[in-house]
């Protein structure tokens, strides 16, 4: 009897992690294959109380999808154009990339989650902290900024492993690839976070907006 309780514990212990890895990429698939949806998605044009015409797919911010606008990023604060040969990918390398920047991201302590994160550390300081007088912290909002130099330079390390055609671009042509992709994967990402992810919140709306401004003011 003890032998058989011996063994069904060393059943769980080897089986649970291996099927909580299992379940990890199908997982991975699902917003992969949302980012694609959204990216593939056409315009949805429609009229307002004053007449005026409004897009609310993905290409009202992204352009491409026979929307009548090239590929690019397109915001209230300017828009751009993208001149670079990562505009002809295939819509799922795209969704790839875009899933890939977001986990990057999030993972090295970027993006909404983590700011919604610090801002919660900055209203309940930790004691400790406190007693030591270091309670103190960089703003919420600066925390979760990647700087843009680390995304480029993973950015640079995707596309090196998974594009021959930037492989073979001339270095001027590499780096409007790798800002297009960083503007683009940004903007199809957060799409996703706030149409199929769970953040359809102002709060993170104003946070995306403000992202891609930031963006933008690098152009």
Request: glycine letters at 8%; hydrophobic letters at 35%.
């Amino acid at each position: 009897m003890r032998i058989t309780r011996s063994i069904r514990l060393l059943l769980l212990v080897f089986c649970l992690p291996l099927a909580a890895f299992a379940e990890s990429p199908s997982s991975n698939r699902q917003v992969v294959d949302g980012i694609y949806s959204l990216a593939t998605a056409p315009a949805d044009l429609r009229t307002a109380q004053n007449g005026n015409k409004l897009d609310f797919s993905v290409t009202a911010t992204r352009g491409g999808s026979n929307s009548g606008r090239p590929l690019g990023l397109y915001t209230v604060a300017g828009s751009v154009k993208f001149a670079s040969e990562y505009k002809d990918l295939n819509p799922h390398e795209q969704a790839d990339w875009a899933y890939e920047l977001g986990q990057y991201i999030q993972s090295n302590g970027g993006g909404f989650d983590n700011f919604l994160r610090y801002r919660s550390e900055q209203a309940n300081p930790n004691p400790l902290f406190e007693s030591l007088g270091t309670s103190k912290k960089p703003d919420p909002w600066d925390r979760s900024m990647m700087p843009y130099e680390k995304l480029s330079a993973f950015a640079q390390q995707y596309w090196d492993q998974h594009s021959a055609i930037f492989n073979k671009a001339e270095p001027r042509l590499r780096s409007w690839w790798l800002n297009d992709s960083i503007l683009d994967g940004s903007n199809l990402y957060m799409e996703y976070q706030q149409r199929l992810g769970g953040h359809g919140t102002s709060d993170f709306i104003m946070y995306k907006d403000a992202v891609l401004e930031r963006f933008l003011k690098r152009q």
